[in-house]
């Protein structure tokens, strides 16, 4: 069965094409017709992309689905097609996961899904991507979206309200088995969705239920799981949404959207150290870890009322609410960090640890052509956010992280002038930031001293400024050059939990300033007939940025230094003379280094960043073709080389070495549906994942040392109506 089914990926795969942003047989006429004048969500403007002075991508609803056919999340899809994003764990947390080096912020129709005073790293996985019809990414540090954004913005835009009066809707089942076919491996999915139009009112209701199995390597090996830090092998996942909307007018319409994620961890699992010397990753057999599974749950809410003919101008509000509850996991031994002799003096005190946020916010902007000057398109809006964030030990009921809250409010503006026709543009704008971080008295673990930390309100607030050039000569060919400043908070909870010093003040502890970063970029691009190119060289830097330092037993704390990161992208897709038929290439070459004198930092920059901190090179390859009712892609990523070197002495066993992985899917669509089966890591290649071999001290060695999953196929059936 398995040598039947490799021979006819095989046989499809040799027609087969790129990925990235490809548009399904249906529609890819429509989008090849004019890409420029997609509008971009998460930039905050009805202008069109070309309008900007930004690195923009957009993954469309056909491309998506077939990435996460392959690998499985919508986190995963953005990685694999995105050559300057690291990675992933192919775990439950991303931590360490960045888009050019920094931390992306993940938004569901703009809404924020981080925690940013304590960063759970879950942010990746708070709605199935059976709900998202696009996902938007805007790179580099910009402040288009508040707080987060320093390596760029991940916007899930959700399925839109039915245009087709009456019901319609669509259904999907999926089945998933390693290499082996093993009886623990098997995974499924089964997810539907409908949607009512009456006159001017419209719903859109869905669930999404995903059973994953256990996952097995290139060596038929089960792989380890991160007990502490949460999996999504051996997991179920029960994801719900909601839309419902009211057209107030032929330009006005007023949209409620809820959703509910929540992924649990089964606990069928415990870890088998591996052996980093000799090779041997962390294994996993059938047992019950102690205390709850990893677990993670998002709620969210949003109310958004927009008008697009609002006094000749586009008026987008919105006010949500969003609720997350991370559970990690725990053991008794190595995380020395949770002992406490008054509790237990025997060492061997149980505990594990639990995020809770919850976030209010509002969002208002309004932009117009200029009266009596047309060509001059001006935006002004005002942001809110109000976050509130602790984390505790929930077996023995101790705080670890104190409650934090965290304020937010931002009034901005834009300006964007189009002169000689449109081919050249200037844009530019303001973000005024004042940001308050609240936090009582509070007393550390007994691991970090018992420290008691006096608690304060400090505020802050910048001026944070963007501005760009961009030139059209001919439609189709532009260049730009912009710069935009970035805006975030440090991981105040790993900060403040820290704290080992007595007599330190909130109100005067300046490790808890935001960090501001830039980002400076020039870019041409070229989209003309069969050819799609684009180059951007870009240049980042802050003063005190986050580096994640790991600590013994799993535990990451966090150092303020200057970082400073350089990048080149290249991407290039070119529709071949066999119609259907498109092949593809895409280049990221990343440089980061930092001031590693932490005790007296003088502003040089003199060490590596290691791979906690940012992503290797990566080669991407692809052929995709789409014609009729055939669709089929072939696509190998080439993770290159990379080593650490600097002042501070890296630890050259952490220099990676490098791999490469070949995916493909097939899929035909039938008058009863479509059905696709997709291959991930084709080859059945064995590697150990680029986070666990640039980590060596990151975790607990020989149970962090993990392999990355094997061939696994998913079959699948999704059906219209």
């Known amino acids: 069965m398995k040598s039947f089914v490799l021979a006819a990926l095989a046989a499809s795969t040799s027609l087969a094409a790129p990925a990235w942003a490809q548009a399904g047989p249906a529609e890819s006429e429509a989008a090849d017709a004019a890409p420029a004048d997609i509008v971009i ?59 050019r080096g920094r931390s992306p912020l993940y938004a569901i129709n703009g809404i924020p899904q ?13 709605i199935d991507g059976f709900f998202v019809d696009r996902v938007e990414l805007i790179y580099g540090s910009n402040a288009l979206q508040g707080v987060g954004g320093t390596g760029g913005i991940v916007n899930q835009v959700t399925v839109g309200a039915p245009r087709k009066e009456g019901l319609g809707g669509r259904v999907l089942l999926q089945g998933t088995a390693d290499n082996g076919f093993s009886g623990d491996g098997i995974g499924g999915k089964a997810a539907g969705l409908i949607q009512y139009k009456a006159g001017d009112f419209d719903a859109t209701v869905g669930a999404a239920y995903e059973r994953r199995g256990a996952f097995y390597d290139g060596q038929d090996r089960r792989i380890g799981l991160n007990l502490t830090q949460g999996e999504t092998q051996d997991s179920k996942t029960l994801s719900l949404f909601g839309r419902f909307g009211y057209a107030l007018s032929s330009s006005a319409r007023l949209d409620l959207i809820a959703s509910r994620y929540e992924l649990e961890g089964d606990g069928d699992y415990v870890a088998i150290p591996g052996n980093r010397l000799t090779g041997m990753p962390t294994s996993a057999i059938r047992g019950t870890p102690p205390g709850v599974p990893a677990a993670n749950r998002t709620e969210s809410l ?14 987008v509000t919105q ?67 109000v976050d509130k964030t602790e984390q505790r030990l929930i077996a023995t009921n101790r705080v670890w992280v104190p409650p934090s809250d965290f304020r ?25 930031e004042n940001v308050q971080i609240k936090i009582d008295d509070f007393t550390t673990l007994a691991s970090a001293g018992s420290t008691f930390v006096s608690g304060g309100s400090p505020k802050f607030d910048d001026v944070l400024l963007n501005g760009g050039v961009i030139l059209e000569p001919w439609d189709g060919i532009r260049a730009y050059a912009s710069y935009a400043e970035g805006f975030t908070v440090p991981d105040i909870g790993r900060i403040t939990r820290a704290v080992n010093r007595p007599g330190q003040d909130i109100d005067t502890f300046l490790d808890i300033a935001p960090i501001i970063s830039n980002n400076r970029e020039i870019g041409v691009e070229v989209k003309r007939g069969p050819l799609d190119a684009s180059a951007t060289y870009f240049w980042s830097s802050s003063d005190k940025g986050q580096l994640l330092i790991a600590r013994p037993g799993g535990i990451f704390d966090v150092q303020r230094q200057r970082v400073e990161i350089q990048g080149l992208e290249v991407n290039l897709a070119v529709r071949l003379p066999i119609d259907g038929l498109r092949v593809s290439a895409g280049y990221a070459h990343l440089l980061g ?3 590693s004198d932490s005790a007296n930092p003088d502003g040089v920059v003199d060490t590596d960043l290691d791979g906690t901190n940012i992503s290797p090179d990566r080669l991407n390859l692809s052929a995709s073709y789409a014609r009729g009712p055939l669709s089929a892609i072939v696509q190998t990523q080439f993770f290159l080389s990379r080593s650490f070197h600097g002042k501070a002495n ?14 493909a899917s097939i899929r035909y669509q039938t008058r009863f549906g479509g059905l696709s089966l997709s291959v991930q890591n084709l080859f059945d290649k064995f590697y150990i994942d680029y986070s666990s071999d640039t980590r060596l001290a990151a975790e607990n060695p020989v149970l962090a040392y993990f392999a990355g999953r094997g061939r696994t196929f998913t079959l699948g059936w999704d059906y219209r109506f």
């Open 319 to 385: 006010i949500f609410f969003n609720r997350s509850r991370d559970t990690f996991g725990g053991e008794i031994a190595p995380i020395a960090t949770f002992q406490d002799p008054k509790i237990d003096p025997t060492g061997k005190l149980f505990d594990q640890s639990q995020n809770r946020s919850r976030k209010l916010g509002a969002k208002f902007s309004y932009e117009r052509a200029m009266p009596g000057f047309e060509n001059l398109t001006a935006t002004i809006g005002f942001d809110a956010l």
């Open 408 to 432: 937010s409010l931002a009034p901005f503006g834009q300006l964007n002038l189009a002169l000689f026709d449109k081919k050249l543009r200037l844009a530019g704008g303001a973000r005024w």
């Open 302 to 315: 949003a109310l958004s009322l927009t008008d697009s003919d609002l006094g000749g101008g586009n008026l």
């Open 650 to 663: 890296p630890d050259q066993r952490n220099n990676f070495e490098g791999y490469n992985l070949t995916d």
């Open 593 to 595: 280094r930092y001031d």
């Open 114 to 126: 981080s925690t940013p005073l304590r960063d759970g790293s879950r942010d990746g996985f708070t």
């Open 41 to 99: 969500t998460a930039a905050r403007t009805a202008l069109p992309a070309n309008a900007l002075p930004l690195t923009i991508d957009v993954i469309d609803k056909a491309a998506l689905d077939q990435q996460i056919a392959i690998s499985g999340s919508v986190t995963d899809a953005v990685s694999t097609l995105t050559p300057s994003f690291s990675p992933t764990r192919q775990k439950l947390s991303g931590s360490g996961e960045s888009l």
